[in-house]
């Protein structure tokens, strides 16, 4: 599963025009694809309604669902809500994110981010804006479940507890979230997330973690007391994670352009043991800017959470949430998961 930051940027194929995976009425977010038993293509992507703002409404209303295609590229129809909110009193009761699918032997386990909030839920005519009072109490209880099943159709079965908490006085003290899980060949898992920490009542700065477990159910232990890389000179999230022969792979979003030269854009990073990680001589892994199969470029408002669907040990699509726009997730009109194949 080698794949070096120069092959994806430089194999990464047009885009068909009817592909992925969009919903009419819905913000549509966090594309991650497995192939299931019947052989077809299960997109598990985040949801929620257009009556509220794209940012910060996925905090208070995000559900994660299940579409399917017949081709990795799409277009994707949808089938079902997989992880629907299941009231207040649950770790996960208001809002399920970023799910990351994974088969393991012949379990599928669904990673994701949970929150809840002890307050009204949201309904049509609220104004949910990022001083709403269920959105500061929702960000500070985001953290990292798994749901399992022996299908891809279901049923799941969530936990009742996270499996990555946070730590008090440590980078995660605040909230845990964006899964990125790499299973390796004994059944262990390295999971690469995001994280904050507690700084005075309000979060800091977003940081890169790296945990592990022996089994996919845990218990999950952090692999070093401080992040993956320094938040004073690092910036990046929406990581995703793959094994090599040398160790590992990770390619996430540039939030402030600092390292692969793009704001936003995507860059490539390494590790032979998944907690000291190096960027990439040449970091850059793939740019907001995209290519359609009409020949048309377009420069996405938003193109990040990249998942790479990986097809006989090679990667063969990587699917990414987009948005439209001039950039900032206020400024986003439609949102989808686009799917960009990448050559030979």
């Known amino acids: 599963m080698t794949l070096s930051v120069e092959q994806l940027y430089d194999k990464l194929k047009p885009a068909p025009l009817n592909g992925g995976f969009q919903m009419e009425d819905y913000w549509v977010w966090c594309g991650s694809v ?7 293509f299960h997109m598990f992507a985040s949801r929620w309604p257009k009556w509220l703002p794209m940012h910060p409404g996925w905090l208070v209303a995000s559900e994660v669902v299940r579409a399917v295609s017949d081709t990795p590229e799409g277009p994707y129809v949808f089938q079902e809500v997989v992880l629907p909110a299941r009231g ?40 949910i804006a990022l001083d709403d009072p269920r959105v500061i109490v929702a960000r500070a209880n985001k953290r990292i479940g798994i749901a399992v099943s022996p299908s891809v159709f279901g049923p799941w079965e969530r936990k009742d507890n996270p499996i990555l908490p946070t730590r008090p006085g440590k980078f995660d003290s605040f909230l845990t979230s964006n899964p990125a899980p790499c299973v390796n060949e004994d059944g262990s898992v390295l999971l690469i997330y995001k994280a904050r920490r507690y700084e005075g009542n ?4 977003m940081t890169i973690g790296a945990a592990a477990a022996d089994h996919f159910e845990g218990p999950y232990r952090t692999l070093t007391e401080d992040p993956v890389f320094p938040p004073e000179q690092v910036h990046i999230e929406d990581p995703f994670i793959w094994k090599t022969p040398d160790g590992y792979e990770l390619i996430a979003k540039d939030m402030d352009g600092r390292i692969g030269g793009e704001k936003h854009g995507g860059v490539h990073a390494h590790s032979r ?38 097809q006989n040990g090679k990667p063969t699509h990587l699917f990414a949430a987009v948005a439209d726009g001039p950039g900032g997730f206020q400024q986003a009109t439609r949102t989808w998961n686009m799917c960009i194949p990448i050559g030979e």
């Open 273 to 310: 043991d998944g907690s000291s990680w190096i960027f990439s001589a040449t970091p850059k892994a793939y740019s907001r800017t995209v290519r359609w199969e009409d020949g048309t470029v377009q420069t996405m408002g938003s193109l990040e959470r990249p998942f790479l669907l990986f």
């Open 202 to 205: 309000v979060h800091g700065k």
């Open 34 to 40: 497995v192939q299931g038993e019947d052989g077809r």
């Open 88 to 127: 207040a009193q649950f770790w996960d009761g208001r809002s399920t994110h970023n799910p990351h699918i994974k088969k393991i032997g012949d379990t599928y386990v669904l990673y994701y981010m949970g929150s809840t909030h002890p307050l009204p839920e949201a309904e049509p005519g609220d104004t």
